[in-house]
């Protein structure tokens, strides 16, 4: 702590300099064969180090802004949206921020407002941030810490909390204890009063500056005991308090602090003892690891968040209560509990009951009517908020203020992100009719690509490598910072730990540190279309089932799969030709009518029918507009090296199958969502459950008397919206 506001040599500086630079030139580079597994590897190792030494934080800050300015002299956009999230990020970290870098700062980022989005409105919305910063030192650091690790207060109540859900297709199971310590090894004893030191330390720190005695300080906020509770309440009502009043009286909100300090050191003065830690820097946010078994798993986190559910009552618990409630059989009452309402076959049967051992009960006429037992009809954890709203079943609910708020954080491939897309969907319908959730917990969501394949692993039924990141690819092409720091970090999460599993070593902050950045950072969305089919089976007594999908449908056909597999042996010599079937020779005569995309959103209708041995569907994502989004079809003949026609872009599509015959259909390229004897699907956009609700009640509400109605403008379609650095403008 020493160095906190030391000097800093020309040396440290120029290697300051450097590393920036080697993060940008990343940037403007294409990534080459191992390289782009190092490429986050550079952001980590610059902040790691503002925490180990806070000195470098000023002069670090001052190379941003030289960046910065040069970025947007020469028009380097790809540079200035990196450039920001580093110098908040380092703000975040710092200490000490001298008043004259703060003005440099805020004129530089007010200049960047005028480009275009989203340049612009992440620049606006951290000019507002340093500005707020400015004027009232630490409070950055003091709200992150406060709502990250639930301190109580009266005056700053928002939480968040991180949930991490991985799944076990991706991830081999003898790695998940070691990504468990990983993500979830480095919380400090989760004591409250830890935290409650560090943001009382870094705001006295950065109000004070260099008249700060940091170790005395220190020392003296481990030795307060029961105290410390009552200066940190204290001094979050000082801080809040010079939020809501602005830039007036800036005297005031310095020499209450001061005080608060010097009474701090004199009540622990007679008592100091060396203090066991003295660190300042940003402690990780509350992270909870779950492999991702079951589909309701997200469900029911965000409903034990919502019902504050402590640690000790986790998911195991409640699903205890659940078997519970559903083995009581209820004793339902049906009589008004007077006496005279009772029929008289009742009321002589309760009499003759009660004979035996009870003649002074008979005399008073009082009766012991049978113990009943309310329950709810069915223990799931929708019953359970039911009850929190009415006051009921023991669990508190928070008010409808949306104080909290879940980033749910998915680690996995593009497997993962179909089962994502059906979740967010399950969900959407419960909060159609039930707004329990929406209304109290605000839901980002993140994801972390990692997969166990490699590039060069064959999809069955298809020619070429297949590539379990095709949505990952997106995100990046969109977003230069997340292909920079999360795409080139998949395959590094499996090697540490895969090292750490077989080494026993301890923790390794890599993974969480990535998790902290990406969380705390990335706040604007990329909206992924999310399609709807319906598959109808072959065996008509089943009934259809209506599934979604964000990345790929395959329609493949079984026999033909198998004679396409000999032929291409036949082809390269290793198997000799059978005469088969026309059927096999040909493949599957299948009729597809489907409305063709257009940019100028004016669809057509078309049909086709032709012979196939397996189809593709593809999700086409569009960065500037919903309305563009669609889905390429491509056909795959029986012969491998010849095609039947090109790939058709449509923006929903009927496949039907004409002869005796059924398909198999895999979406997102998970086994696990694999349908078999299929005779047709109908394939369109996704409709939010929340506007068929609304449009088939027949809203009443209107902007105005004889207005067009208000669902009119309600989002039709459901979209998959991923956090990223940048997002998207729609």
């Known amino acids: 702590m020493d160095n906190t506001f030391g000097g800093i040599s020309s040396v440290m500086e120029s290697s300051l300099y450097h590393n920036v630079h080697s993060i940008l030139r990343e940037l403007d580079c294409q990534p080459q064969a191992g390289s782009a597994c190092n490429k986050g590897m550079l952001r980590w190792t610059l902040h790691n180090r503002i925490e180990k030494c806070p000195s470098v934080s000023v002069p670090l800050v001052k190379v941003l802004i030289k960046e910065l300015e040069k970025a947007e002299r020469i028009d380097s956009k790809i540079r200035i949206i990196p450039l920001?999230?580093?110098?908040?990020?380092?703000?975040?970290?710092?200490?000490?921020?001298?008043?004259?870098?703060?003005?440099?700062?805020?004129?530089?980022?007010?200049?960047?407002?005028?480009?275009?989005?989203?340049?612009?409105?992440?620049?606006?919305?951290?000019?507002?941030?340093?500005?707020?910063?400015?004027?009232?030192?630490?409070?950055?650091?003091?709200?992150?810490?406060?709502?990250?690790?639930?301190?109580?207060?009266?005056?700053?109540?928002?939480?968040?909390?991180?949930?991490?859900?991985?799944?076990?297709?991706?991830?081999?199971?003898?790695?998940?204890?070691?990504?468990?310590?990983?993500?979830?090894?480095?919380?400090?004893?989760?004591?409250?009063?830890?935290?409650?030191?560090?943001?009382?330390?870094?705001?006295?720190?950065?109000?004070?500056?260099?008249?700060?005695?940091?170790?005395?300080?220190?020392?003296?906020?481990?030795?307060?005991?029961?105290?410390?509770?009552?200066?940190?309440?204290?001094?979050?009502?000082?801080?809040?308090?010079?939020?809501?009043?602005?830039?007036a009286e800036d005297d005031q909100y310095k020499t209450r602090l001061q005080e608060i300090y010097q009474d701090i050191l004199t009540v622990a003065k007679d008592h100091l003892h060396p203090a066991s830690n003295t660190e300042t820097h940003l402690p990780s946010p509350e992270v909870s690891f779950h492999i991702w078994t079951k589909e309701d798993d997200i469900w029911n986190e965000l409903v034990n968040f919502a019902l504050m559910v402590p640690m000790d009552r986790n998911s195991a618990c409640l699903d205890e209560d659940d078997v519970r409630r559903n083995s009581v059989v209820s004793t339902v009452s049906t009589d008004s509990g007077i006496e005279g309402d009772m029929p008289s076959s009742e009321f002589s049967s309760l009499m003759l009951d009660s004979q035996g051992g009870a003649e002074d009960q008979i005399s008073s006429q009082s009766f012991c009517r049978r113990p009943c037992v309310r329950w709810p009809k069915s223990g799931t954890r929708l019953t359970l908020m039911m009850e929190a709203i009415k006051g009921s079943g023991g669990y508190g609910l928070t008010k409808e203020e949306r104080n909290l708020t879940a980033r749910i954080v998915i680690m996995g491939d593009d497997r993962t992100l179909g089962r994502l897309a059906k979740t967010l969907h399950t969900i959407r319908k419960r909060e159609a009719r039930h707004l329990l959730l929406t209304k109290r917990v605000n839901q980002e969501i993140y994801y972390i690509p990692v997969t166990n394949q490699s590039s060069s692993h064959a999809q069955e039924g298809l020619s070429g490598p297949e590539d379990m990141l095709t949505l990952a690819g997106y995100l990046g092409s969109v977003d230069p910072w997340y292909d920079c720091n999360l795409n080139g970090l998949g395959a590094m999460i499996l090697k540490l730990a895969q090292m750490q599993s077989s080494h026993s070593s301890d923790s390794n902050p890599f993974l969480l540190d990535i998790?902290?950045?990406?969380?705390?950072?990335?706040?604007?969305?990329?909206?992924?279309?999310?399609?709807?089919?319906?598959?109808?089976?072959?065996?008509?007594?089943?009934?259809?089932?209506?599934?979604?999908?964000?990345?790929?449908?395959?329609?493949?056909?079984?026999?033909?799969?198998?004679?396409?597999?000999?032929?291409?042996?036949?082809?390269?010599?290793?198997?000799?030709?059978?005469?088969?079937?026309?059927?096999?020779?040909?493949?599957?005569?299948?009729?597809?009518?489907?409305?063709?995309?257009?940019?100028?959103?004016?669809?057509?209708?078309?049909?086709?029918?032709?012979?196939?041995?397996g189809m593709l569907v593809t999700v086409v994502p569009s960065c500037r507009a919903k309305s563009l989004h669609s889905v390429n079809i491509s056909f795959q003949d029986i012969n491998p090296t010849r095609t039947i026609t090109a790939p058709l872009r449509a923006v929903s599509a009927n496949i039907r199958v004409l002869e005796n015959r059924s398909f198999s259909l895999c979406l997102d390229k998970d086994s696990r969502r694999t349908f078999k004897d299929v005779q047709s699907i109908e394939i369109f956009p996704c409709l939010d459950p929340g506007y068929c609700l609304q449009s088939s009640a027949k809203s009443k509400y209107t902007f105005a008397e004889g207005g067009e109605p208000f669902i009119k403008y309600v989002n039709k379609t459901l979209t998959l919206p991923i956090n990223t650095f940048c997002g998207t403008d729609q």
């Not at 870098?101 to 004129?107: D, E």
């Not at 810490?145 to 700053?156: P, Q, T």
């Not at 935290?195 to 005395?216: D, F, N, P, S, W």
């Not at 079937?581 to 489907?594: D, F």
């Open 515 to 613: 998790i902290s950045y990406y969380t705390r950072v990335s706040q604007q969305p990329v909206h992924l279309p999310v399609y709807s089919v319906k598959i109808c089976f072959a065996d008509f007594t089943s009934a259809s089932v209506e599934e979604v999908f964000v990345s790929q449908l395959l329609i493949d056909f079984p026999e033909i799969k198998r004679f396409r597999a000999t032929l291409k042996d036949t082809i390269k010599g290793s198997v000799r030709y059978k005469r088969n079937s026309p059927q096999e020779l040909y493949g599957a005569v299948v009729s597809l009518n489907y409305r063709k995309a257009s940019i100028s959103d004016r669809e057509q209708e078309n049909g086709v029918t032709l012979t196939t041995c």
């Open 84 to 247: 920001l999230h580093t110098l908040l990020y380092t703000i975040l970290q710092s200490a000490f921020i001298p008043e004259d870098i703060y003005q440099r700062i805020y004129v530089c980022l007010k200049s960047l407002v005028t480009l275009p989005l989203p340049y612009c409105a992440i620049a606006l919305n951290y000019a507002r941030q340093i500005k707020m910063e400015q004027t009232t030192p630490g409070m950055l650091y003091q709200r992150r810490v406060i709502a990250e690790h639930n301190l109580r207060n009266d005056f700053y109540q928002l939480h968040e909390k991180v949930f991490v859900f991985m799944d076990p297709a991706v991830f081999p199971s003898s790695l998940v204890s070691a990504l468990k310590a990983d993500v979830e090894g480095l919380d400090p004893g989760g004591d409250a009063l830890i935290y409650k030191r560090r943001v009382m330390l870094h705001t006295l720190l950065a109000v004070i500056g260099k008249q700060c005695h940091v170790e005395k300080l220190a020392q003296a906020l481990e030795n307060l005991g029961e105290d410390l509770d009552l200066h940190f309440q204290e001094v979050v009502a000082i801080v809040e308090q010079r939020v809501e009043d602005g830039t």
